[in-house]
């Protein structure tokens, strides 16, 4: 059984407009999307800006009102409030979060930001509490004298070392990674990189992996999704959606990542153009001549896209 599976699950938000605000319209920020998580397995959700990775991972921990559809966690469906507090999922569940100076208190001690989840689920005497703080701050690598600074008196590096800190207090099962890298320098999103992997061998704990960039989780993620306009496109394995892209989408995040042989840029920069100008005349990649989003078709064991009959080769109109 896998550890969360979420379900043709839909958020849409009402858009309000008129003299009496009513509802004139809404926004399908995530509108159908379904895959599973198992133990100790990162998956990849990755796509452009609004195209609904950040909702999907709010919903899933529960900070987003579900339109439609079910998450699963061990089996129990958790948008049931009841389901929630049986199998402790508020605990299980934690979150991490692109922008670590606004996520983190700034007029709170480190003490404090990480022992917070552990005051809110344990019960723990204020010894206990302290020591296993500083069992976290070790386990990411920062010093003991951490415990009375302030979020601004560290790096953004250190502080997502915090963010992770904080969440992995409760022992969580599952960590919804929101972009944690993105406000990084390259070198030091290598390292917070690293230390989030080797986490997750220590903890055996699973990763929703939520990025706009196909270059950064390749080296996480066991499995991708790839999501434009609220819904999944393609998903697979690493390999399949890296050595054999099927969605013109897919391949264009796959084009976006630069080239680092200096001999090969050229020949890069060709076939970025060439992926550009098929996607820009293909948007029947994504719906069909009613107008109907396309279904995801098994192209192997593993590996799954949203094709159109005649594989893509037309340029269909937009209808949706
Ligand atoms: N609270 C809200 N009310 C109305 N619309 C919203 C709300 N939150 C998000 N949206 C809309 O839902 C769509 C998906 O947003 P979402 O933040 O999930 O995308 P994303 O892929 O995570 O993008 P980004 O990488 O920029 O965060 C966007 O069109 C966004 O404008």
């Known amino acids: 059984m896998s550890l969360i599976e979420v379900k043709n699950l839909k958020v849409h938000y009402p858009i309000r407009g008129g003299f009496f605000n009513r509802v004139v319209d809404e926004v399908k920020a995530v509108d159908g999307v379904s895959f599973s998580i198992d133990e100790g397995e990162t998956v990849g959700l990755v796509g452009e800006s609004g195209s609904g990775k950040s909702t999907t991972g ?18 129990k469906d958790v948008v049931k409030k009841s389901h929630r507090r049986s199998m402790k999922y508020d605990e299980a569940v ?9 996520s983190l208190n700034p ?3 480190v003490e404090d930001i990480i022992a917070e989840p552990l005051r809110n689920f344990g019960n723990l005497s204020k010894d206990e509490e302290k020591l296993r703080v500083l069992q976290l701050l070790d386990i990411v690598g920062l010093d003991a004298d951490a415990l009375y600074k302030y979020p601004h008196q560290f790096s953004g590096g250190q502080r997502q070392r915090i963010g992770v800190a904080r969440a992995v207090a409760t022992d969580p099962k599952l960590i919804i990674a929101d972009e944690p890298v993105s406000a990084l320098d390259l070198s030091v999103q290598a390292q917070v990189l690293n230390f989030m992997k080797k986490i997750q061998r220590e903890f055996n704990i699973s990763y929703l992996f939520i990025s ?9 993620c066991d499995k991708i999704a790839i999501m434009n306009r609220g819904r999944i496109v393609e998903f697979g394995t690493r390999d399949d959606i890296y050595d054999n892209p099927q969605h013109i989408y897919t391949k264009r ?8 042989n200096v001999n090969n840029r050229e020949a890069h920069r060709k076939e970025r153009l060439k992926i550009e100008a098929e996607y820009q005349n293909n948007q029947s990649a994504y719906y069909d001549a009613d107008g109907m989003a396309l279904p995801l078709v098994q192209i192997s064991d593993t590996h799954f896209a949203a094709l159109p009959e005649d594989g893509g080769q037309t340029n269909g109109e937009v209808n949706g």
């Open 94 to 102: 934690q979150m991490i979060f692109q922008d670590s100076m606004s």
């Open 212 to 220: 706009h960039d196909l270059g950064v989780v390749r080296h996480m």
């Open 253 to 260: 995040l796959l084009a976006a990542i630069p080239e680092t």
């Open 107 to 109: 007029r709170k001690r």
């Open 58 to 75: 709010k919903a899933i921990i529960g900070l987003e009102e579900v339109t439609s559809g079910s998450i699963l966690y061990k089996g």
